[in-house]
């Protein structure tokens, strides 16, 4: 793995599954929740919200890509490649467990949490996003709490295993930030004539009919106006332009309308 390679995802889609015309709720049972951090500065909440985890987490797994620290990237600037160099000797120092030539398996001890905070601070420079390939809280049974991949601005975590309890902290720390960890999720599958349409977590995807290609039509924190027009269409005013959204039925139209505005109300306090 190299400095500038990204994670890729393969290139065939699989068939979307779609739904009727009611509006479809997760049935949680006993499933994880999967939250996604949404923020409009991902480096400067990436150290707060894993420290609101650290409480509840028992070891860290690191994925580094060590290529970045030679000179070649010196582009990156000096201070970063300094800053991924001492997180990567305070790692080390550490004896961590070697599961392959660029993991390393800590306990979050007190001499752990300062390795994890040099890795986090390291992850927020130009070279430290690829320096620091992959980052994982654990619990007690090795099962990740929280996860982030720096280059691509990601973070995620699964409840459990991270508890509510945490997942609410995080939530408080963002409540007067602009940013949301959402839980992920399909609030609604419908059709149209010509294509298929999803509500998931905070952006609406339209799809073809075969659901072999999809595309996100609009994103519910980026619209800066919101209209309902003839009782059944929504139509949003986007940095991209004006997109619109059939969704067939007032009833669908007022739910999709309602949730969209509750989520940006707790993005960034903006009123659709």
Not at 4 to 31: F, H, L, T, W
Not at 51 to 68: F, G, I
């Amino acid at each position: 793995m190299r400095c500038d390679e990204r994670s890729c995802r393969g290139s065939r889609k699989v068939p979307e599954k779609r739904g009727g015309d009611a509006g479809e709720r997760p049935d949680d049972g006993d499933e994880p929740r999967h939250y996604l951090l949404d923020s409009d500065d991902y480096r400067r909440d990436l150290v707060p919200v894993f420290s609101e985890a650290v409480p509840v987490a028992s070891a860290v797994r690191a994925e580094l890509d060590e290529s970045c620290l030679d000179g070649e990237h010196g582009a990156f600037g000096e201070d970063g490649i300094e800053r991924c160099a001492d997180a990567l000797a305070t790692v080390d120092a550490l004896d961590p467990e070697r599961p392959d030539d660029g993991t390393r398996v800590f306990s979050l001890d007190r001499d752990g949490e300062d390795a994890l905070f040099a890795l986090l601070d390291a992850a927020t420079t130009m070279v430290g996003e690829n320096f620091v390939f992959r980052l994982a809280l654990l619990d007690e049974r090795g099962d990740e709490l929280l996860v982030t991949i720096p280059h691509e601005s990601m973070l995620w975590g699964e409840s459990p295993p991270l508890p509510e309890a945490a997942v609410a902290s995080i939530r408080d720390l963002l409540a007067d930030r602009v940013g949301l960890f959402a839980a992920s999720t399909v609030h609604e599958r419908w059709e149209t004539d010509d294509h298929a349409y999803r509500f998931e977590t905070t952006a609406i995807v339209q799809s073809t009919l075969d659901g072999w290609r999809s595309r996100t039509h609009c994103s519910a924190l980026s619209a800066r106006r919101l209209d309902v027009v003839d009782g059944t269409t929504l139509v949003f005013d986007t940095p991209t332009g004006e997109k619109v959204v059939p969704c067939v039925t007032p009833e669908r139209a007022e739910r999709v309308a309602n949730t969209v505005r509750s989520l940006r109300r707790r993005y960034d306090g903006t009123r659709l």
